[in-house]
């Protein structure tokens, strides 16, 4: 079942976005909802990892598909089920990269987590901003500093943390509620 999909584009080089993006080691330095991350192999399918969410227990992953560059997925079991994230990445135009992060659940509990489906909606809408902001930190932009877009709102925004700066804009999706 589709729950969500949220996605971004920057202004920044397409292997610069995949690195920073695939690199689970350093992933709570960007994104709001992980604490600590580790993969325990290279990135590639059927390599296992663990990611402890701030204020949750942890919860191991598996990559499912890598197509180096464009597109990953990890699928995360929970009881009676799986959620799967699809995170894609293409350029777009003008020098921009846009970057889709799509989650789905399969299973018993596939209504039951649409009740967290708003909290991961912001964490991941938050968590591309500050990618956004990861990126340009490390010089990957090359325009200017003006924020615009569909960036979280002031009350939605984690203390510190604002929409991503330079040209970026965010929209999150949600797909209507389907009952079984």
Not at 16 to 23: A, I
Not at 84 to 102: C, I, M, N, S, Y
Not at 149 to 177: D, H, I, K, Q
């Amino acid at each position: 079942m589709h729950l969500f999909e949220c996605e971004a584009t920057f202004e920044a080089e397409p292997a610069e976005v995949w690195k920073v993006w695939t690199d689970v080691e350093r992933w709570p330095e960007w994104d709001v909802s992980k604490e600590i991350a580790r993969l325990d192999g290279p990135f590639q399918p059927g390599v296992c990892g663990w990611a402890k969410q701030r204020g949750n227990l942890g919860g191991s992953f598996t990559i499912t598909a890598v197509d180096d560059g464009r597109r990953w997925v990890t699928e995360c079991p929970i009881p009676l089920g799986k959620v799967v994230f699809d995170h894609l990445l293409e350029p777009a135009a003008d020098g921009q990269v846009r970057v889709v992060k799509t989650v789905e659940v399969y299973g018993g509990f596939g209504s039951l987590l649409r009740l967290f489906a708003p909290k991961m909606r912001r964490d991941i809408t938050q968590s591309l901003a500050a990618l956004g902001r990861q990126l340009s930190a490390l010089g990957t932009r090359r325009h200017g500093h003006q924020a615009h877009g569909f960036g979280p709102s002031a009350a939605n925004r984690a203390p510190g943390r604002g929409v991503a700066r330079g040209s970026a804009r965010f929209a999150c999706r949600v797909a209507p509620l389907a009952i079984a």
